[in-house]
């Protein structure tokens, strides 16, 4: 790979967002970096992970993040990043963000582009042919992911399946909350229809969270309605979290994993910090599959599931697009990234039938504001009491020392780079008004 790179901050073409690109060769690439994958979402652990994957394999990497996380984005401290831009933020205005992916294609062609952000790929699904015509989008189909993206549309099509899925009726105004929550029963679960919801050009990530009262899922109810978003309202399940991971296309699986979630962030049904890989249960394996192959989900996907009080899984979603513990998949044998550019470029796939059992991944700083929303909110659902969390986390550095996400030998900058965010985020957070922000976990 890249060696004593030359540093570019001053590209001789001005891009029309005006971002800074850092571009890395040697000699032998030429004046202009070469780069064969370009991976959007460059703050998340999932972009990591896919990069090292491929540059691994001797692809040439970039990666692209908006501008207001560009400042801390782990991939663009790793050692295998060959060129790092920012582009606008989708949240604000996804058109912006799409010309400046389609300008940086001008200057840096790319074989394939792969988004890892309920964001980035709404913003890129607004425009998908135009993106298409340039470069290799390895998503499913149109029709496919209007059904994954929408908590609705993939209950009810589990249900016509036989999928046991939880109680779940959904909300359209707050008069009917009293009679839906006696309906359900407390502790509920207020969900978005679509974890990334849209009003007036303004995009937002909306996360599950627990009601105990009336009142308490009138206002996480009004928080959706705020931003353009529709609700369900579910019951709460006890069970452990489980998910199976499947990579889906030429009318066949050709992996699939499945694991554990010890912890998330949020603590109510949010991205795994503590997963561990589990053998393929028939029970969990045998609806992902029956579910994926219905909505022909083609490409990685997850599955996840919840066990209640008799210990059954139960359906909770499906995310149609890496998962953020795709790293686990990797160190376990199963690397969904390689299945997914041979996908995308046509090339053999390779099936992976097997992996190993008992790997386990952390990602420290999802645990660290696990920790802290531990100790803010006792007596919610989902929460242990404060001293067994503490013991839990402490222990688990000795436990499982070698489990850390982001971290992989003569590669420690990304994980440096994502605690120091942390640290800032936490110290900010005890300075009004950003203590509210802290409190519920928008920080991160």
């Not at 009293?178 to 990334?196: L, N, R």
């Amino acid at each position: 790979m890249l060696s004593t790179p030359e540093i570019i901050t001053d590209p001789p073409v001005s891009l029309p967002w005006q971002a800074r690109l850092p571009v890395y060769y040697t000699e032998a690439m030429g004046k202009e970096a070469r780069v064969d994958v370009l991976l959007l979402d460059a703050e998340t652990r999932q972009t990591l992970a896919c990069m090292r994957s491929y540059a691994r394999s001797g692809l040439e990497v970039g990666a692209v993040a908006c501008a207001s996380e560009a400042w801390w984005a782990p991939s663009f401290r790793s050692r295998w990043c060959a060129l790092s831009a920012e582009a606008p933020d989708f949240a604000r205005n996804a058109d912006a963000y799409v010309d400046a992916l389609l300008a940086l294609l001008d200057r840096y062609p790319a074989l394939m582009m792969l988004p890892a952000h309920d964001g980035s790929i709404e913003a890129l699904r607004g425009r998908r042919a135009e993106i298409e015509r340039r470069v290799a989008l390895p998503l499913a189909s149109e029709a496919a992911l209007a059904i994954a993206v929408s908590k609705a549309r993939t209950l009810k099509l589990a249900t016509e399946l036989g999928i046991a899925v939880p109680r779940s009726i959904p909300v359209t105004d707050l008069s009917d909350v009293p009679e839906i929550m006696k309906e359900v029963g407390f502790p509920a679960v207020v969900k978005p229809d679509q974890s990334w919801v849209e009003r007036a050009g303004v995009g937002k990530r909306m996360t599950s969270s627990t009601a105990r009262t009336v009142d308490e899922a009138k206002e996480r109810l009004e928080e959706l309605f705020a931003v353009g978003g529709r609700a369900v309202v579910q019951q709460w399940l006890p069970g452990r979290r489980e998910a199976v991971s499947l990579f889906y296309a030429r009318d066949r699986f050709w992996t699939r994993f499945a694991q554990v979630s010890y912890r998330e962030f949020p603590v109510m049904g949010g991205a795994s910090v503590m997963c561990e890989s589990i053998p393929l249960l028939p029970e969990i394996v045998a609806p992902s599959e029956c579910l994926v192959r219905a909505i022909d989900l083609e490409g990685c996907s997850m599955v996840e599931f919840r066990r209640d009080h008799e210990g059954r899984p139960v359906l909770m979603e499906v995310n149609p697009r890496m998962a953020g513990s795709v790293a686990l998949a990797i160190s376990a044998g199963v690397n969904f990234p390689q299945l997914t550019y041979a996908w995308a470029m046509g090339e053999p796939l390779q099936e992976v039938p097997t992996y190993r059992i008992g790997r386990r991944l952390r990602w420290l700083a999802g645990d660290i504001w696990n920790l802290k929303i531990t100790f803010d909110y006792q007596g919610h659902p989902d929460v242990p009491p404060r001293g067994r969390a503490l013991a839990t986390f402490l222990s688990d550095f000795v436990r499982h020392p070698g489990a850390f996400n982001l971290t992989e030998a003569g590669d420690f900058k990304p994980v440096l780079a994502e605690l120091r965010k942390t640290v800032l985020w936490h110290a900010i957070g005890r300075i009004p008004p950003f203590r509210w922000l802290a409190r519920h976990g928008k920080v991160t």
